[in-house]
């Protein structure tokens, strides 16, 4: 009895560790699943509309008991939403798509690794994050930020001689077996260079997402309306570029378990995953097991899809995970202080009141 009451005590206590890479098996498997439905012929805008559509219907029976007392939407900020749903939601989820038809899903991957990075730079742009360079946590963010978008760069731009245990086929042959398609430099620039828009559409997403959560605190509602208003503005998308209606059938495929997948389990489950280890473990913890989901795209792409990895982007990778964890150090350690200046104040405070009374 002894022995079993410990497991579960170890078991409850490392649920945030299983949970974490959980989330990180499933995006690793959004990239796999998303690369493969898109290079076998659908149209990635029509993809989008889907995705978000099956988004929409998952989230919404948590939405309609959402506890979380609000205020109903005015018009003003069910505006607000609205844009930030295409500025952030659309935006994104349409460059990426169309984007990974020129990339790799190993790519797609990596570039997540930015995010913090660039959400920091735009923050501080905005006036939302403060820049302390004359402290160390300041001048680490500045540095991971710079060491990330450095690794992006060198992982799109630089190829270098393959890995020699994963190199599959020939340069110049292309196969027939795999989803990857030998793309010419140019596409692959393209390709990144959309890739990095989109999660610079996202990073603003994430700051503006804070202001809106201010005025709308019931997260479940505001997700549901955005993905909601991103499926809308998505559709209209899809129509005016795909002309073609047979584009817009669902068969028993890749495609349709792609979409399914990254709808219900990438928005839906993952979602409540992530904010329960967020609420048990903080944001920084989270954020820590990032690049474990590129380390398995990346084996799972070599494995399954036959996709060759190069040193330079071997090179790359490593500096956005140097870069991505110089930012959440910076980012933990500024918390700290916060914390640790509160709690003086409150300190203070309640020993001034002491005097007072005495």
């Given at each position: 009895m002894k022995g079993l009451h410990s497991y579960k005590v170890a078991l409850?206590?490392?649920?945030?560790?299983?949970?974490?890479?959980?989330?990180?098996?499933?995006?690793?498997?959004?990239?796999?699943l998303s690369k493969a439905a898109i290079a076998m012929g659908m149209n990635p805008y029509v993809f989008v509309v889907y995705r978000q559509a099956f988004g929409s219907l998952s989230l919404a029976p948590f939405a309609f008991f959402d506890s979380k007392k609000v205020a109903p939407l005015s018009f003003s900020l069910l505006s607000k939403i609205f844009l930030m749903s295409l500025v952030g939601v659309t935006l994104s989820s349409n460059l990426y798509y169309v984007a990974i038809n020129y990339t790799s899903a190993t790519f797609a991957a990596a570039s997540t690794n930015?995010?913090?990075?660039?959400?920091?730079?735009?923050?501080?742009?905005?006036?939302v994050e403060c820049l302390s360079i004359k402290q160390m946590h300041g001048l680490a963010k500045v540095f991971g930020s710079i060491l990330g978008l450095s690794g992006a760069a060198m992982f799109a731009?630089?190829?270098?001689?393959?890995?020699?245990?994963?190199k599959w086929y020939p340069e110049n042959q292309k196969h027939s077996h795999s989803v990857t398609t030998i793309h010419s430099k140019g596409e692959c620039i393209r390709g990144s260079l959309m890739m990095i828009s989109a999660n610079t559409s996202w990073s603003l997403w994430l700051i503006l997402q804070g202001l809106i959560l201010k005025s709308y605190p019931a997260k479940f509602r505001l997700i549901t309306l955005q993905c909601s208003f991103s499926c809308i503005q998505s559709a209209i998308l899809a129509v005016a570029v795909e002309r073609n209606p047979s584009a817009w059938k669902l068969g028993w495929d890749v495609h349709l378990i792609s979409v399914a997948y990254?709808?219900?389990?990438?928005?839906?489950?993952?979602?409540?995953?992530?904010?329960?280890?967020?609420?048990?473990?903080?944001?920084?913890?989270t954020a820590m097991f990032t690049p474990l989901s590129l380390i398995i795209t990346a084996i799972f792409s070599a494995l399954?899809?036959?996709?060759?990895?190069?040193?330079?982007?071997?090179?790359?990778?490593?500096?956005?995970v140097i870069g991505l964890y110089s930012v959440l150090w910076g980012k933990n350690r500024e918390s700290t202080k916060v914390e640790d200046t509160d709690t003086a104040e409150t300190k203070e405070e309640t020993r001034l009141e002491c005097i007072t009374q005495h």
């Open positions: 409850e206590k490392n649920k945030p560790y299983f949970a974490m890479i959980f989330i990180q098996f499933v995006y690793a498997g959004m990239a796999l930015t995010i913090p990075g660039i959400t920091f730079i735009m923050a501080v742009i905005l006036r731009f630089v190829k270098g001689p393959a890995v020699g245990f994963m990254c709808g219900i389990i990438v928005t839906g489950i993952c979602y409540w995953l992530q904010a329960y280890t967020i609420e048990e473990k903080g944001p920084v913890f399954l899809w036959k996709e060759t990895i190069y040193w330079g982007s071997v090179g790359g990778t490593i500096l956005l």
